[in-house]
T-cell receptor, first 110, second 112 residues
């Protein structure tokens, strides 16, 4: 069945790069997404990548997609304390639904 | 532009009471999704609508849960009777034409 897996925690120092990884199972996904959730808030769309792309860069964010290995990563350059949040990876399943991972809690230490 | 609007933001009620959560999708969006988020199970899709019609309600936990979308600008999720294990954050999201889903800020529900 469809499944999206992420590691649960990541801790980095301010100014370092953060890399959050995700694996998924549905090879027919058209788009893959990264959402950010701050405490007490909803999910905010950060970025997304079309499945026929390998990489997408948007300011401090770089998304890498390895379709063969069904592996998606989000790199945040120059991580700031304001980047502390939970990051969710999601794939679409062609039926309009999104399948979410468990979320990775990013902790940025000053 | 106004985003997805959910109300109330917080709800505390006693078990057995009826709970109604409300959602106003982004204007022009034709798909609406209800999710539940808990520590134990993460983010779960409960039900979604296309053009006001329920398409997939396989995530609805049991008959105590029901959802309606009487028009393109309003949806409700109702729990009757409510139980403590229904305590969670409930999110509504909307989209159109295969675009990314946009989420509301959620309703934090506590059933005592």
């Amino acid at each position: 069945g469809e499944d999206v897996e992420q590691s649960l925690f990541l801790s980095v120092r301010e100014g370092d790069s953060s890399v959050i990884n995700c694996t998924y199972t549905d090879s027919s996904s058209t788009y893959l997404y990264w959402y950010k959730q701050e405490p007490g808030a909803g999910l905010q769309l950060l970025t997304y990548i079309f499945s026929n792309m390998d990489m997408k860069q948007d300011q401090r964010l770089t998304v890498l997609l390895n379709k063969k290995d069904k592996h998606l990563s989000l790199r945040i350059a120059d991580t700031q304390t304001g980047d502390s949040a939970i990051y969710f990876c999601a794939e679409d399943n062609q039926g309009g639904k999104l399948i979410f991972g468990q979320g990775t809690e990013l902790s940025v230490k000053p | 532009d106004a985003g997805v609007i959910q109300s109330p933001r917080h709800e505390v009620t006693e078990m057995g009471q009826e709970v109604t959560l409300r959602c106003k999708p982004i204007s022009g969006h034709n798909s609406l999704f209800w999710y539940r988020q808990t520590m134990m199970r993460g983010l779960e899709l409960l039900i979604y609508f296309n053009n006001n019609v329920p398409i997939d309600d396989s995530g609805m936990p049991e008959d105590r849960f029901s959802a309606k979308m009487p028009n393109a600008s309003f949806s409700t999720l109702k729990i009757q009777p409510s139980e403590p294990r229904d305590s969670a954050v409930y999110f509504c999201a909307s989209t159109q034409g295969g675009q990314p889903q946009h989420f509301g800020d959620g309703t934090r529900l506590s059933i005592l």
